[in-house]
């Protein structure tokens, strides 16, 4: 039976794979919702990882415009009157083609924020972001950069969310040098 994974699910089940493959404080570098796993792990379990690498990392709230804003209430009005099915503009293309049990893990998971978390991770991070990232904006980097005590934000110029593809050799440098300290 399929059931809808929360991010405590996916915590589980990466705690359970170092416990069976006998890891001890394992380096972990975590990209976008990896980067959610990874803190709420940190913050829960000082313990468990030695460095951490956040890259492109989600699990903030993010900021939302005044039409994003607008666009909600419409569709929270719209809903009382119009069947979910018929508001179909006001879903992206990447929820409408998940599964049912999918949407409802999407849903749980973007609607956990880690905000209050990044204070209770103690552990050597390195914070490592495109410039020009759109699903994870700088902003957001430099709210793990300034929430996290022990941290270091690189910015890596011309690079987006997938900073370790666009910039591959600048990205490697950083992580090795910081893992290697």
């Known amino acids: 039976m399929e059931k809808a994974y929360s991010l405590s699910d996916y915590c589980d089940d990466v705690k359970a794979y170092i416990k069976e493959h006998g890891l001890v404080k394992p380096h972990v570098i975590a990209h976008s919702f990896g980067g959610r796993v990874a803190v709420k792990l940190a913050s829960e ?3 468990l990882f030695d460095k951490i690498v956040l890259t492109g990392s989600a699990g ?3 900021k939302r415009s005044v039409k994003y804003h607008v666009k909600r209430f419409a569709f929270k009005v719209l809903k009382l009157f119009i069947k979910k ?6 879903y992206s293309k ?14 749980k998971i973007i609607g956990e924020h880690l905000d209050n978390r990044l204070s209770q991770i103690y552990n ?3 914070i490592i972001f495109g410039n020009k990232d759109k699903e994870t904006p700088l902003y957001m980097a430099k709210k793990f950069n300034k929430n996290i005590k022990n941290s ?9 969310h997938f900073a370790f593809i666009d910039c591959p050799e ?3 440098w950083e992580v090795e040098g910081f893992l290697l300290r």
């Open 60 to 62: 903030l709230k993010p």
């Open 124 to 126: 050597p991070t390195l």
């Open 85 to 90: 099915e018929k508001l179909k503009r006001f």
């Open 45 to 47: 379990n000082p313990e």
């Open 152 to 160: 270091k934000l690189v910015i890596i110029k011309n690079a987006g």
């Open 170 to 172: 600048k990205f490697n």
């Open 94 to 107: 990447d929820y409408l083609a998940l599964s049912p049990v999918m949407k409802e893990s999407f849903i």
